[in-house]
């Protein structure tokens, strides 16, 4: 497609409840990230996937997060036992190889998931 | 870690001043990169700056490398309410790693 996508556009689940979030990159773009934002709040990173190299999980804020990248392309994103908490807007976005001169480097974001735990 | 700390968290203009906000890294960046969110929106690329003391305009908006390559900042010139939205800064210190953003700046047009 042209753009970033992600599926669902919005989901509502109760608490104890798993979910998995997914995106669809731009065709050719090797790098793809996972944030969260709160209402009304800055971006959070949550994960990186640059190509083949392992992935950056440095901003997962527990171990019920979790992220899969398969064949380069896709990603799924799940939360287990989902807590209140978790509720908030997940962005991916995804760009080109990090290091490009030219703006190449620019990050495209999808639509967002809205998760709403009750 | 590495940080970029974004001010002000707010700002409320009549529609025709300006509007600056002002990134700051803790560490040399190797470039920074400027993105708008509209309300309810995604944010959307506006610039990447790459060279120390780089100036880049667009239109109303200005934007600067500080020569350090730690600091940034962005002026819009005459705002309109189009201007509306939070303005994000986000920041590499090299390719091995992810970009850290700043909080953004929330521009909000006074009725």
């Known amino acids: 497609g042209a753009g970033v996508s992600q599926s669902p556009s919005n989901k509502v689940t109760e608490k104890g409840k798993d979910v998995e979030l997914r995106c669809d990159p731009i065709?050719?773009?090797?790098?793809l990230y996972w944030y969260r934002q709160s209402l009304g709040q800055g971006l959070e990173f949550l994960i990186y996937f640059q190509g083949n190299s392992a992935p950056d999980k440095s901003g997962l804020p527990s171990d019920r997060f979790s992220a899969e990248r398969t064949g380069g392309s896709v990603s799924t994103l799940t939360i287990q036992r989902t807590q209140q908490e978790d509720s908030a807007v997940y962005l991916c976005?995804?760009?080109?190889?990090?290091?490009?001169?030219?703006?190449?480097?620019?990050?495209?974001f999808g639509p967002g998931t809205r998760l709403l735990v009750l | 870690g590495q940080q970029v700390m974004q001010i002000p968290q707010y700002q409320h203009v009549q529609e025709g001043e300006d509007f600056t906000t002002y990134c700051n890294s803790s560490?040399?960046?190797?470039?920074i990169q400027w993105y708008k969110q509209r309300p309810g929106g995604h944010p959307v690329f506006l610039i990447q700056l790459v060279k120390s003391g780089e100036v880049k305009k667009q239109k109303r908006l200005t934007f600067q490398f500080g020569e350090a390559k730690k600091n940034s900042s962005l002026h819009i010139t005459a705002t309109q309410t189009t201007d509306v939205g939070t303005y994000f800064c986000?920041?590499?210190?090299?390719?091995?790693?992810?970009?850290?953003w700043g909080a953004g700046t929330k521009l909000i047009i006074k009725p």
């Open positions: 065709s050719g773009h090797t790098a």
């Open positions: 560490t040399t960046l190797s470039n």
């Open positions: 986000a920041g590499r210190r090299d390719s091995n790693y992810q970009l850290i």
């Open positions: 976005a995804s760009s080109l190889a990090p290091g490009l001169a030219g703006g190449q480097e620019t990050q495209y």
